[in-house]
Protein backbone atom coordinates (compact mmCIF):
# COMPACT_ATOMS: atom_id res chain seq x y z
CA UNK A 1 0.00 0.00 0.00
CA UNK A 2 1.10 3.44 -0.67
CA UNK A 3 1.45 6.32 1.77
CA UNK A 4 -1.42 7.28 3.38
CA UNK A 5 -3.15 10.68 3.21
CA UNK A 6 -4.36 12.02 6.41
CA UNK A 7 -8.25 13.18 6.05
CA UNK A 8 -8.47 17.00 5.91
CA UNK A 9 -5.03 17.33 5.71
CA UNK A 10 -4.64 17.05 1.98
CA UNK A 11 -5.66 18.27 -1.83
CA UNK A 12 -6.57 16.94 -4.88
CA UNK A 13 -2.99 17.92 -5.68
CA UNK A 14 -1.07 15.60 -3.22
CA UNK A 15 -2.32 12.50 -4.92
CA UNK A 16 -0.30 10.71 -7.03
CA UNK A 17 -2.49 9.97 -10.16
CA UNK A 18 -3.38 12.21 -12.80
CA UNK A 19 -5.54 12.17 -15.85
CA UNK A 20 -3.49 9.35 -17.74
CA UNK A 21 -3.85 7.46 -15.12
CA UNK A 22 -7.99 7.35 -15.70
CA UNK A 23 -9.13 3.82 -16.43
CA UNK A 24 -12.26 5.55 -18.42
CA UNK A 25 -9.71 6.71 -20.96
CA UNK A 26 -10.47 3.84 -23.57
CA UNK A 27 -14.15 4.65 -22.54
CA UNK A 28 -15.62 7.03 -25.46
CA UNK A 29 -18.61 7.77 -24.10
CA UNK A 30 -17.75 9.73 -20.99
CA UNK A 31 -15.02 12.18 -20.42
CA UNK A 32 -12.84 13.12 -17.49
CA UNK A 33 -13.16 17.30 -16.80
CA UNK A 34 -11.16 16.94 -13.45
CA UNK A 35 -10.11 15.48 -10.15
CA UNK A 36 -11.52 17.59 -7.05
CA UNK A 37 -11.97 17.35 -3.69
CA UNK A 38 -15.86 17.17 -3.20
CA UNK A 39 -18.34 16.95 -0.58
CA UNK A 40 -19.47 12.73 0.50
CA UNK A 41 -22.64 14.30 0.95
CA UNK A 42 -23.15 15.58 -2.58
CA UNK A 43 -22.57 12.50 -3.86
CA UNK A 44 -24.72 9.69 -4.67
CA UNK A 45 -24.93 5.93 -4.66
CA UNK A 46 -27.29 4.08 -7.27
CA UNK A 47 -28.15 0.77 -7.35
CA UNK A 48 -25.45 -1.83 -7.73
CA UNK A 49 -26.62 -3.90 -11.14
CA UNK A 50 -23.12 -4.57 -12.46
CA UNK A 51 -22.40 -6.60 -9.29
CA UNK A 52 -26.22 -8.33 -9.28
CA UNK A 53 -27.22 -6.88 -6.11
CA UNK A 54 -28.34 -4.35 -3.93
CA UNK A 55 -26.24 -3.34 -0.83
CA UNK A 56 -22.59 -4.37 -0.88
CA UNK A 57 -20.17 -7.01 -0.99
CA UNK A 58 -18.77 -7.91 2.73
CA UNK A 59 -15.35 -9.05 1.93
CA UNK A 60 -15.05 -5.69 0.63
CA UNK A 61 -16.55 -3.54 3.23
CA UNK A 62 -14.23 -5.47 6.00
CA UNK A 63 -11.16 -4.78 3.79
CA UNK A 64 -11.75 -1.07 3.22
CA UNK A 65 -13.31 -0.28 6.73
CA UNK A 66 -10.01 -1.42 7.84
CA UNK A 67 -7.73 0.78 5.75
CA UNK A 68 -9.86 3.78 5.00
CA UNK A 69 -10.32 5.19 8.87
CA UNK A 70 -6.32 5.74 8.43
CA UNK A 71 -6.17 7.86 5.28
CA UNK A 72 -6.54 8.13 1.52
CA UNK A 73 -4.00 6.10 0.01
CA UNK A 74 -2.71 8.53 -2.82
CA UNK A 75 -1.74 6.25 -5.63
CA UNK A 76 -5.76 5.33 -5.36
CA UNK A 77 -8.06 6.69 -8.21
CA UNK A 78 -10.90 9.08 -6.99
CA UNK A 79 -14.54 8.17 -6.96
CA UNK A 80 -15.86 8.93 -10.19
CA UNK A 81 -18.91 10.53 -10.51
CA UNK A 82 -21.29 12.56 -13.35
CA UNK A 83 -24.07 15.15 -13.30
CA UNK A 84 -27.27 13.19 -13.40
CA UNK A 85 -29.69 15.97 -14.87
CA UNK A 86 -32.89 14.00 -15.11
CA UNK A 87 -32.59 13.48 -11.21
CA UNK A 88 -30.49 16.46 -10.10
CA UNK A 89 -27.65 14.40 -8.18
CA UNK A 90 -24.02 13.91 -8.38
CA UNK A 91 -24.63 10.29 -9.29
CA UNK A 92 -21.32 8.11 -8.27
CA UNK A 93 -20.66 4.79 -11.14
CA UNK A 94 -17.74 2.90 -9.60
CA UNK A 95 -16.13 2.82 -5.99
CA UNK A 96 -19.17 2.18 -4.86
CA UNK A 97 -18.10 0.46 -1.73
CA UNK A 98 -15.71 2.99 -0.68
CA UNK A 99 -17.95 5.54 -0.60
CA UNK A 100 -20.49 3.79 1.75
CA UNK A 101 -17.38 2.63 4.10
CA UNK A 102 -17.04 6.63 3.77
CA UNK A 103 -20.02 7.62 4.66
CA UNK A 104 -19.86 5.74 7.63
CA UNK A 105 -16.89 7.29 8.90
CA UNK A 106 -18.32 10.82 10.35
CA UNK A 107 -14.79 12.80 10.86
CA UNK A 108 -14.51 12.57 7.18
CA UNK A 109 -16.21 15.32 5.04
CA UNK A 110 -14.15 15.95 2.20
CA UNK A 111 -13.30 12.60 -0.30
CA UNK A 112 -11.34 13.10 -3.73
CA UNK A 113 -13.99 12.82 -6.94
CA UNK A 114 -13.28 12.63 -10.57
CA UNK A 115 -15.78 14.39 -12.52
CA UNK A 116 -17.48 13.25 -15.72
CA UNK A 117 -19.66 14.30 -18.37
CA UNK A 118 -20.94 12.75 -21.15
CA UNK A 119 -20.21 12.94 -25.06
CA UNK A 120 -21.44 11.43 -28.38
CA UNK A 121 -18.95 9.92 -30.22
CA UNK A 122 -19.33 9.85 -34.16
CA UNK A 123 -19.97 6.49 -35.52
CA UNK A 124 -21.61 5.36 -32.61
CA UNK A 125 -25.37 5.42 -33.76
CA UNK A 126 -26.76 3.16 -31.34
CA UNK A 127 -25.15 4.32 -28.38
CA UNK A 128 -25.27 7.46 -28.59
CA UNK A 129 -29.01 6.94 -28.34
CA UNK A 130 -28.85 5.59 -24.90
CA UNK A 131 -30.08 7.70 -22.18
CA UNK A 132 -27.19 8.30 -19.30
CA UNK A 133 -27.94 5.50 -16.84
CA UNK A 134 -27.64 2.72 -19.47
CA UNK A 135 -23.95 4.65 -20.36
CA UNK A 136 -23.27 4.44 -16.36
CA UNK A 137 -24.39 0.53 -16.11
CA UNK A 138 -22.21 0.24 -19.14
CA UNK A 139 -19.37 2.32 -17.11
CA UNK A 140 -19.66 0.80 -14.16
CA UNK A 141 -18.82 -3.29 -16.04
CA UNK A 142 -15.89 -1.08 -17.79
CA UNK A 143 -14.50 -0.18 -14.26
CA UNK A 144 -15.16 -3.61 -13.15
CA UNK A 145 -12.57 -4.94 -15.99
CA UNK A 146 -10.16 -2.33 -16.08
CA UNK A 147 -9.98 -1.73 -11.59
CA UNK A 148 -7.80 -3.14 -9.84
CA UNK A 149 -9.21 -6.93 -10.19
CA UNK A 150 -10.01 -7.80 -13.71
CA UNK A 151 -11.81 -11.01 -12.11
CA UNK A 152 -14.16 -9.11 -10.81
CA UNK A 153 -16.26 -9.08 -13.96
CA UNK A 154 -18.25 -11.98 -14.46
CA UNK A 155 -20.25 -13.53 -16.79
CA UNK A 156 -23.42 -13.01 -15.14
CA UNK A 157 -22.72 -8.95 -14.97
CA UNK A 158 -22.16 -8.81 -18.50
CA UNK A 159 -25.75 -10.41 -19.48
CA UNK A 160 -27.54 -8.51 -16.05
CA UNK A 161 -25.99 -5.70 -17.68
CA UNK A 162 -26.84 -5.99 -21.06
CA UNK A 163 -30.37 -6.81 -20.30
CA UNK A 164 -31.24 -3.99 -18.36
CA UNK A 165 -30.01 -1.66 -20.95
CA UNK A 166 -31.87 -3.01 -23.76
CA UNK A 167 -34.98 -3.45 -21.57
CA UNK A 168 -34.79 0.06 -20.46
CA UNK A 169 -33.98 1.74 -23.56
CA UNK A 170 -37.15 -1.00 -25.14
CA UNK A 171 -34.82 -2.27 -28.10
CA UNK A 172 -35.06 -5.97 -29.16
CA UNK A 173 -31.60 -6.63 -30.11
CA UNK A 174 -30.06 -7.79 -32.93
CA UNK A 175 -26.53 -9.89 -32.18
CA UNK A 176 -24.23 -7.53 -33.62
CA UNK A 177 -26.39 -4.62 -31.46
CA UNK A 178 -25.41 -6.94 -28.11
CA UNK A 179 -21.89 -7.18 -29.56
CA UNK A 180 -21.26 -3.62 -29.74
CA UNK A 181 -22.88 -2.72 -26.51
CA UNK A 182 -20.63 -5.70 -24.56
CA UNK A 183 -17.29 -4.65 -26.22
CA UNK A 184 -17.82 -1.33 -24.80
CA UNK A 185 -18.14 -2.78 -21.23
CA UNK A 186 -14.84 -4.68 -21.93
CA UNK A 187 -15.47 -8.16 -22.48
CA UNK A 188 -13.13 -8.64 -24.85
CA UNK A 189 -10.32 -7.21 -22.55
CA UNK A 190 -11.81 -9.24 -19.66
CA UNK A 191 -11.86 -12.71 -21.26
CA UNK A 192 -8.35 -11.82 -22.83
CA UNK A 193 -10.00 -11.54 -26.67
CA UNK A 194 -11.05 -15.55 -26.25
CA UNK A 195 -14.01 -14.89 -29.33
CA UNK A 196 -16.05 -18.27 -28.31
CA UNK A 197 -15.98 -17.15 -24.45
CA UNK A 198 -17.27 -13.41 -25.68
CA UNK A 199 -19.78 -15.69 -28.21
CA UNK A 200 -21.40 -17.72 -25.84
CA UNK A 201 -22.12 -14.87 -23.69
CA UNK A 202 -23.74 -13.00 -25.95
CA UNK A 203 -25.44 -16.38 -26.80
CA UNK A 204 -26.76 -16.16 -23.40
CA UNK A 205 -27.87 -12.52 -23.36
CA UNK A 206 -30.06 -13.62 -26.51
CA UNK A 207 -31.70 -16.38 -25.14
CA UNK A 208 -32.34 -14.16 -21.61
CA UNK A 209 -33.52 -11.65 -23.73
CA UNK A 210 -36.52 -13.64 -24.83
CA UNK A 211 -37.26 -15.96 -21.91
CA UNK A 212 -40.48 -14.15 -20.81
CA UNK A 213 -39.59 -15.83 -17.18
CA UNK A 214 -35.76 -14.54 -17.03
CA UNK A 215 -35.01 -12.59 -14.12
CA UNK A 216 -31.08 -12.27 -15.19
CA UNK A 217 -31.60 -8.27 -15.32
CA UNK A 218 -32.63 -7.91 -12.19
CA UNK A 219 -30.74 -7.44 -9.05
CA UNK A 220 -31.00 -8.87 -5.62
CA UNK A 221 -31.69 -8.24 -2.05
CA UNK A 222 -28.54 -10.37 -0.30
CA UNK A 223 -30.22 -11.39 2.73
CA UNK A 224 -27.97 -13.28 5.82
CA UNK A 225 -29.69 -14.60 9.27
CA UNK A 226 -29.39 -11.58 10.88
CA UNK A 227 -31.47 -9.84 8.69
CA UNK A 228 -34.18 -12.55 8.79
CA UNK A 229 -34.04 -12.45 12.64
CA UNK A 230 -34.53 -8.37 12.09
CA UNK A 231 -37.57 -9.53 9.60
CA UNK A 232 -39.37 -12.05 11.65
CA UNK A 233 -38.76 -9.47 15.13
CA UNK A 234 -40.67 -6.80 13.49
CA UNK A 235 -43.18 -8.97 11.45
CA UNK A 236 -46.66 -9.93 13.22
CA UNK A 237 -46.54 -12.72 10.40
CA UNK A 238 -43.39 -15.12 11.51
CA UNK A 239 -42.18 -16.01 14.93
CA UNK A 240 -37.96 -17.85 15.02
CA UNK A 241 -37.61 -21.07 13.67
CA UNK A 242 -39.69 -24.12 15.53
CA UNK A 243 -41.69 -21.70 17.70
CA UNK A 244 -44.75 -24.03 18.56
CA UNK A 245 -48.09 -21.58 19.01
CA UNK A 246 -51.30 -22.70 19.51
CA UNK A 247 -52.26 -22.31 16.02
CA UNK A 248 -49.04 -22.49 13.99
CA UNK A 249 -45.69 -24.44 13.43
CA UNK A 250 -43.16 -21.90 12.26
CA UNK A 251 -40.07 -23.14 10.24
CA UNK A 252 -37.48 -20.83 8.58
CA UNK A 253 -35.42 -22.42 6.37
CA UNK A 254 -31.80 -21.12 4.73
CA UNK A 255 -31.43 -22.73 1.27
CA UNK A 256 -29.03 -22.36 -1.76
CA UNK A 257 -28.87 -23.40 -5.65
CA UNK A 258 -27.31 -26.77 -5.21
CA UNK A 259 -29.30 -29.94 -6.08
CA UNK A 260 -27.62 -32.17 -3.38
CA UNK A 261 -28.38 -29.85 -0.68
CA UNK A 262 -31.91 -28.88 -2.12
CA UNK A 263 -32.66 -32.55 -1.70
CA UNK A 264 -31.65 -32.41 1.78
CA UNK A 265 -33.19 -29.35 2.52
CA UNK A 266 -36.91 -30.63 0.83
CA UNK A 267 -36.29 -33.61 3.22
CA UNK A 268 -35.88 -31.70 6.16
CA UNK A 269 -39.11 -30.27 5.84
CA UNK A 270 -40.98 -32.81 4.57
CA UNK A 271 -40.47 -35.31 8.00
CA UNK A 272 -41.20 -32.11 9.88
CA UNK A 273 -44.15 -31.72 8.39
CA UNK A 274 -44.90 -35.45 8.75
CA UNK A 275 -43.81 -35.45 12.23
CA UNK A 276 -46.11 -32.12 13.11
CA UNK A 277 -49.37 -33.66 11.56
CA UNK A 278 -48.51 -37.21 13.56
CA UNK A 279 -48.15 -34.85 16.67
CA UNK A 280 -51.10 -32.35 15.71
CA UNK A 281 -53.51 -33.58 13.19
CA UNK A 282 -54.81 -30.91 10.95
CA UNK A 283 -54.32 -28.81 14.51
CA UNK A 284 -52.06 -26.56 13.67
CA UNK A 285 -51.01 -24.82 10.86
CA UNK A 286 -47.78 -25.86 9.33
CA UNK A 287 -45.72 -22.21 8.19
CA UNK A 288 -42.52 -22.69 6.72
CA UNK A 289 -40.52 -19.35 5.16
CA UNK A 290 -37.10 -19.96 2.36
CA UNK A 291 -34.50 -17.39 2.48
CA UNK A 292 -31.46 -17.67 0.04
CA UNK A 293 -28.32 -16.59 1.91
CA UNK A 294 -25.69 -17.65 -0.10
CA UNK A 295 -26.50 -17.09 -3.86
CA UNK A 296 -26.42 -13.05 -4.75
CA UNK A 297 -27.46 -13.46 -8.25
CA UNK A 298 -31.22 -13.02 -9.00
CA UNK A 299 -30.84 -16.29 -11.67
CA UNK A 300 -29.54 -18.77 -8.77
CA UNK A 301 -31.82 -17.18 -5.93
CA UNK A 302 -35.11 -17.87 -8.36
CA UNK A 303 -33.84 -21.44 -9.65
CA UNK A 304 -33.15 -22.26 -5.84
CA UNK A 305 -36.67 -21.93 -5.58
CA UNK A 306 -37.80 -24.04 -8.42
CA UNK A 307 -35.89 -27.05 -7.52
CA UNK A 308 -36.74 -26.97 -4.26
CA UNK A 309 -40.32 -27.13 -5.41
CA UNK A 310 -39.32 -30.17 -7.55
CA UNK A 311 -37.62 -31.71 -4.76
CA UNK A 312 -39.64 -31.31 -2.22
CA UNK A 313 -42.71 -32.43 -4.46
CA UNK A 314 -40.87 -35.37 -6.25
CA UNK A 315 -39.56 -36.21 -2.41
CA UNK A 316 -43.24 -36.44 -1.28
CA UNK A 317 -44.78 -38.58 -4.27
CA UNK A 318 -41.66 -41.09 -3.80
CA UNK A 319 -42.44 -41.38 -0.03
CA UNK A 320 -46.30 -41.77 -0.51
CA UNK A 321 -46.24 -44.08 -3.55
CA UNK A 322 -43.88 -46.55 -1.69
CA UNK A 323 -46.29 -46.84 1.45
CA UNK A 324 -49.15 -47.62 -0.97
CA UNK A 325 -47.46 -49.97 -3.20
CA UNK A 326 -48.40 -53.26 -0.95
CA UNK A 327 -51.83 -52.06 -0.04
CA UNK A 328 -52.39 -51.50 -4.54
CA UNK A 329 -51.72 -55.14 -4.72
CA UNK A 330 -54.70 -55.72 -2.98
CA UNK A 331 -57.13 -53.29 -3.25
CA UNK A 332 -58.54 -51.12 -6.57
CA UNK A 333 -55.18 -48.31 -6.54
CA UNK A 334 -58.93 -46.07 -7.70
CA UNK A 335 -60.39 -46.05 -4.79
CA UNK A 336 -57.43 -45.30 -2.27
CA UNK A 337 -57.15 -41.76 -1.02
CA UNK A 338 -53.69 -40.34 -2.81
CA UNK A 339 -52.15 -37.51 -0.16
CA UNK A 340 -50.89 -34.33 -1.53
CA UNK A 341 -48.64 -32.21 -0.62
CA UNK A 342 -51.62 -29.59 -0.49
CA UNK A 343 -53.50 -31.52 1.54
CA UNK A 344 -51.51 -30.76 4.42
CA UNK A 345 -52.45 -28.07 6.78
CA UNK A 346 -49.19 -26.42 5.15
CA UNK A 347 -47.44 -23.24 3.88
CA UNK A 348 -44.65 -22.52 2.15
CA UNK A 349 -43.54 -19.04 2.09
CA UNK A 350 -40.50 -17.10 -0.57
CA UNK A 351 -39.00 -14.39 1.64
CA UNK A 352 -38.72 -11.60 -1.54
CA UNK A 353 -34.91 -11.24 -2.46
CA UNK A 354 -35.17 -10.29 -6.45
CA UNK A 355 -35.99 -6.77 -7.51
CA UNK A 356 -39.80 -6.00 -8.20
CA UNK A 357 -40.52 -8.17 -5.30
CA UNK A 358 -42.12 -6.28 -2.28
CA UNK A 359 -43.02 -9.08 0.09
CA UNK A 360 -43.14 -12.87 0.76
CA UNK A 361 -45.31 -14.77 -1.75
CA UNK A 362 -46.60 -18.21 -0.76
CA UNK A 363 -45.50 -21.03 -3.04
CA UNK A 364 -48.43 -23.32 -5.25
CA UNK A 365 -48.21 -26.57 -3.52
CA UNK A 366 -49.19 -29.51 -6.09
Known sequence: MAKQLEWGSFAIEDLRVDEEDDIYRGFPFLKLEGFEMILKTLLTITMNLVRGMYGTDDAKITGLSGSLPSGWDRTSLPIPFIYNAAQGILEIFDRRHTLNVLNGINFIDEVPGARYSRIFPDGFDLINGFNTQSILTMAGVWGNVFGPIKDDAKDHHFVAAALDIFKREDITPEREQVREVVKWMGIYERYNFNKSVVNRIITDIMSEYNDPNSVANKVSYHTNKAEIDNFIAESKEWQPNDTVTETTIYIIKAIEDNSGF?????????????????????????????????????????????????????????????????????????IINRKKLSDFNLQIWIKDQIEGEEAPFQMRLD
Open 262 to 334: LAKYADDITRKICEAEKEYGHEKLIKVLLYNQTNKQSKKIANARKVFHEKITTQWDLRRDSVLKPVESILNPE
